[in-house]
């Protein structure tokens, strides 16, 4: 199965999430803050225009400019320039180089370039919104400090341009630079579900990139802090119906993750809950499309992790109808030949299991 990001929906600017804005020293005294960073500001009658990013960024173009790393290729988080060539990159992709990535200069040292961090932020901060005031006439010159000016999402989905962001950085991993992408994510959807109320969109996003944080805290360590964000990831997904595929998948994964994090940290029988919750998940799933060989493979993957875990606790011979059945499925899973990924799936799934088995016939 595909994974579909819950974010590739088409944007309309009163489902778009909002954020509360608060005044810095030297902001714009009437409140409207923040502006682009390079001066481009979008006039009065916003419906005259298709607004676009000034550097090119948007959710489905891969795109490098100057407010990027070279190196994680997502925008700057934690700028540190080299010293003495002063080329700038995040901190956590440079720290681990000697020579300049870019000009191959003996990096002396680094320092922080708190101007550009700033001009990244508020670029972050703006990005893919347009000035809106609640002002029935459109032809008044001035937005007086009194009125309410909101922002809102019209050239994009910010939360794509967000998500996209954080991957790039995973991958390299960046992962503060991850987390901080996503955070301010969630801070948007969940303005956006105090404003609208949580429909299944919202939901589903927002339970996408709570996982998405979990991940990154359990890349730097943080697992009670993982086991946090997934299990509001579970609370959010299990509002949703549960006959789309792919929010059921993510909803299995997110247990399983919380389940590995136990198992990690000794509590077996925790451990055991959250995987049988996720096979419970994964069952219904395969009974619903009983023709789609992904779901298949995903309960013998539960199947799996149930079972090792029962071994572990000492029910042995449970652990072992467990292994059975998973080995059953798999072996019964007919795929088609373009069906290359799966299959290659299915025989490490399918290897692992009889391995179990045959673990059991050599004691």
């Given at each position: 199965?595909?994974?579909?990001?819950?974010?590739?929906?088409?944007?309309?600017?009163?489902?778009?999430?909002?954020?509360?804005?608060?005044?810095e020293p030297g902001a714009d005294?009437?409140?409207?803050?923040?502006?682009?960073?390079?001066?481009?500001?979008?006039?009065?009658?916003?419906?005259?225009?298709?607004?676009?990013?000034?550097?090119?960024?948007?959710?489905?173009?891969?795109?490098?400019?100057?407010?990027?790393?070279?190196?994680?290729?997502?925008?700057?988080?934690?700028?540190?320039?080299?010293?003495?060539?002063?080329?700038?990159?995040?901190?956590?992709?440079?720290?681990r180089f000697k020579d300049c990535?870019?000009?191959?200069?003996?990096?002396?040292?680094?320092?922080?370039?708190?101007?550009?961090?700033?001009?990244?932020?508020?670029?972050?901060?703006?990005?893919?919104?347009?000035?809106?005031?609640?002002?029935?006439?459109?032809?008044?010159?001035?937005?007086?400090?009194?009125?309410?000016?909101?922002?809102?999402?019209?050239?994009?989905?910010?939360?794509?341009?967000?998500?996209?962001?954080?991957?790039?950085?995973?991958?390299?991993?960046?992962?503060?630079?991850?987390?901080?992408?996503?955070?301010?994510?969630?801070?948007?959807?969940?303005?956006?579900?105090?404003?609208?109320?949580?429909?299944?969109?919202?939901?589903?996003?927002?339970?996408?990139?709570?996982?998405?944080?979990?991940?990154?805290?359990?890349?730097?360590?943080?697992?009670?802090?993982?086991?946090?964000?997934?299990?509001?990831?579970?609370?959010?997904?299990?509002?949703?119906?549960?006959?789309?595929?792919?929010?059921?998948?993510?909803?299995?994964?997110?247990?399983?993750?919380?389940?590995?994090?136990?198992?990690?940290?000794?509590?077996?029988?925790?451990?055991?809950?959250?995987?049988?919750?996720?096979?419970?998940?994964?069952?219904?799933?395969?009974?619903?499309?009983?023709?789609?060989?992904?779901?298949?493979?995903?309960?013998?993957?539960?199947?799996?992790?149930?079972?090792?875990?029962?071994?572990?606790?000492?029910?042995?011979?449970?652990?072992?109808?467990?292994?059975?059945?998973?080995?059953?499925?798999?072996?019964?899973?007919?795929?088609?030949?373009?069906?290359?990924?799966?299959?290659?799936?299915?025989?490490?799934?399918?290897?692992?299991?009889?391995?179990?088995?045959?673990?059991?016939?050599?004691?």
């Amino acid at each position: 199965m595909k994974p579909v990001c819950p974010f590739v929906k088409a944007s309309r600017p009163e489902d778009a999430p909002s954020r509360k804005h608060q005044k810095e020293p030297g902001a714009d005294p009437a409140g409207v803050s923040p502006k682009c960073p390079f001066g481009y500001d979008a006039p009065a009658d916003s419906g005259a225009i298709s607004p676009k990013c000034p550097l090119g960024y948007d959710s489905q173009t891969f795109k490098l400019g100057p407010l990027s790393c070279m190196l994680c290729q997502a925008l700057l988080f934690d700028c540190a320039k080299c010293v003495p060539c002063s080329h700038v990159f995040c901190k956590a992709c440079i720290w681990r180089f000697k020579d300049c990535p870019l000009c191959g200069a003996d990096i002396e040292s680094t320092e922080a370039d708190p101007n550009l961090q700033s001009t990244v932020d508020r670029f972050i901060e703006g990005h893919g919104r347009i000035k809106r005031s609640h002002v029935e006439n459109v032809d008044k010159e001035e937005v007086s400090a009194k009125e309410t000016v909101i922002y809102e999402d019209v050239s994009l989905e910010r939360g794509a341009f967000l998500v996209q962001q954080a991957m790039r950085a995973f991958r390299a991993q960046n992962v503060e630079s991850a987390k901080s992408r996503l955070t301010l994510c969630a801070e948007d959807i969940r303005d956006q579900i105090v404003r609208t109320g949580s429909t299944s969109e919202l939901c589903s996003q927002l339970g996408a990139v709570l996982g998405m944080l979990g991940d990154c805290c359990r890349a730097i360590g943080d697992a009670p802090s993982a086991v946090t964000y997934f299990e509001e990831s579970v609370e959010f997904l299990q509002k949703l119906p549960a006959d789309d595929m792919e929010i059921t998948h993510t909803l299995s994964v997110s247990l399983n993750k919380i389940g590995d994090l136990k198992y990690y940290d000794g509590d077996l029988q925790a451990a055991r809950s959250y995987y049988d919750r996720s096979l419970n998940v994964r069952r219904d799933a395969a009974k619903q499309s009983p023709d789609v060989p992904s779901q298949i493979l995903d309960v013998a993957v539960s199947l799996a992790k149930v079972a090792d875990v029962d071994r572990s606790l000492g029910n042995e011979n449970i652990a072992i109808q467990g292994f059975q059945e998973g080995i059953k499925l798999l072996e019964s899973l007919t795929l088609k030949s373009e069906d290359i990924g799966l299959e290659q799936r299915r025989q490490s799934v399918l290897e692992f299991l009889k391995n179990q088995l045959a673990e059991k016939e050599a004691k």
